[in-house]
């Protein structure tokens, strides 16, 4: 049997990276997809490669519907098959009802929704052709889970589509693909969040009073490619949908020491 390949949106670095990183230990081989850190993605790429991994860099402008169909067929192309899809990437502009614009939320919302969307029709067609199976992992965000606030407008829109499509998608995709998804909360420091404001954020945003870390959630979506699950939703944030707010922690949870 070939060896399984696994295409990450945003694997370049950060949370993607860490995913890119648990899959590959795990045997896959590796599409990295970037939209702009074409350097970190090569460094990405080199680093697997130091380790024995088959992985290759792949360019794609998620707001862009067009390169998003060519984004699965090069996957196709470099490594002959596809066996998991992870929706990573998102935008997140700070933004609210009040003030968004419609240029930033359309372009949240082709990110964060849509890109999705058709990124799972373009594998679930490809595969199909095929008489091939395969897995969708949806990233999305634990506020959807009921935990909003007002912050990052446009980047919730997108996320709330996606999260509450999940079961939709499941049941449209079966056979050819299981689709899952991930509600991750505060993982890594973001904007201007000191080191101090994180940690404060982390004792405060939790019950555990930690938060979980992006290895936490690539070992979660590993096991939601097993063949048993299908429109799954797993929370993996340490209880941070638990800790109604207001705000974003990153706006809630400021250091005194600051």
Do not use: C
Not at 117 to 124: I, P
């Amino acid at each position: 049997m070939a060896q399984r390949v696994v295409l990450i949106t945003g694997a370049a670095k950060r949370v993607g990276r860490t995913i890119a990183e648990r899959f590959a230990r795990d045997g896959y081989r590796v599409a990295v997809h970037y939209g702009s850190s074409v350097e970190d993605a090569q460094a990405t790429v080199d680093t697997l490669r130091a380790r024995g991994v088959d992985a290759h860099a792949l360019h794609a402008d998620l707001s862009d519907a067009a390169q998003l169909d060519a984004l699965v067929a090069g996957a196709y192309a470099l490594f002959g098959r596809l066996d998991v899809l992870i929706n990573s990437a998102s935008i997140f502009p700070d933004d609210r009802l009040e003030d968004f614009s419609v240029e930033t939320f359309d372009h949240a919302w082709a990110v964060n929704g849509r890109a999705p969307l058709l990124l799972t029709r373009a594998f679930y067609a490809r595969a199909g052709a095929l008489g091939h199976t395969g897995v969708v992992i949806n990233v999305v965000d634990q506020k959807v889970r009921g935990n909003f606030h007002r912050d990052h407008f446009s980047y919730t829109v997108g996320k709330t589509a996606i999260g509450h499509l999940t079961t939709m998608l499941a049941k449209s995709a079966a056979p050819v693909l299981r689709v899952n998804a991930v509600y991750p909360g505060l993982m890594l420091p973001s904007g201007d969040q000191t080191d101090a404001d994180f940690a404060y954020a982390e004792r405060r945003a939790t019950p555990l009073h930690r938060v979980a870390t992006p290895g936490d959630l690539a070992d979660a979506i590993l096991l939601l490619t097993g063949p048993a699950y299908n429109g799954a939703d797993w929370v993996v944030d340490g209880g941070q949908n638990l800790v109604p707010v207001d705000r974003d922690v990153v706006f809630e949870y400021r250091s005194p020491a600051a």
